[in-house]
């Protein structure tokens, strides 16, 4: 989440509530970490925000994820929900309830409840076990991957080189097995996983502070 958030300049205040006995479940880890990257990536949208504060509250029979950010939200709140992208459809099966309260004063903040027993997780499949060797920037170069953008689009979107672009372009084929950007999204794709949201339009990127 800080490397998401660094060239905006948002200060992460992050707190863990737990108690130490209670063991999460693998899925429910995976889905906390992209929900709470996502919710970040979310933030760094809103104009003037300079603070998100991120809560972990993990207990006997929930992970409860609060994600607050200060700036003021200038969408509704169906707008802010489709903003994340395929973060339902990556939850699904997990039985979380998700709540997002946007006001445009105060801020933004989600809140995602993922209970711990009782889950029917989807099924893994082997191109899911192949995207699940790749590392949290390499799925982000990815997603950008899907959605279209060349290396310098990616680079200026990550705020990194285009040689480092490459670099885990390259990573990416070897671990995924495949030859080409192309095989890579196809299998992607097999494993449902799908462009962001349309902030990231072919024909260019939007800044950090874009709405």
């Known amino acids: 989440m800080r490397r ?15 108690d130490e006995t209670v063991q999460v479940p693998q899925a429910i880890a995976q889905a906390a970490r992209y929900l709470s990257r996502a919710a970040a990536l979310n933030a760094t949208r809103h104009a003037k925000a300079d603070k998100l504060r991120l809560l ?23 707008t802010q929900l489709a903003k994340l992208g395929d973060v339902e459809r990556r939850l699904a099966g997990l039985g979380a309830e998700i709540e997002l309260d946007a006001h445009p004063q105060w801020g933004t903040t989600l809140t995602c409840r993922l209970p711990l027993h009782d889950i029917a997780a989807p099924p893994e499949t ?45 990573n990416i084929l070897q671990k995924l097995g495949v030859a080409s950007r192309t095989e890579a999204i196809a299998l992607a794709h097999s494993a449902g996983i799908s462009a962001p949201h349309s902030d990231y339009p072919e024909s260019g990127i939007v800044t950090a502070r874009s709405a």
């Open 4 to 18: 998401v958030v660094h060239a905006v300049r948002l200060r992460v205040l992050a707190d863990l509530e737990t």
């Open 56 to 78: 972990w509250r993990l207990t006997a029979g929930a992970l409860i994820i609060t994600v607050a950010d200060n700036g003021p939200a200038s969408d509704d709140k169906s």
């Open 126 to 170: 082997p191109a899911a076990r192949r995207l699940d060797q790749l590392r949290d920037r390499e799925r982000e170069v990815l997603e950008l991957m899907i959605a279209g953008l060349r290396n310098r689009d990616i680079a200026e979107r990550l705020f990194i080189s285009v040689r480092t672009v490459k670099y885990h372009v390259s």
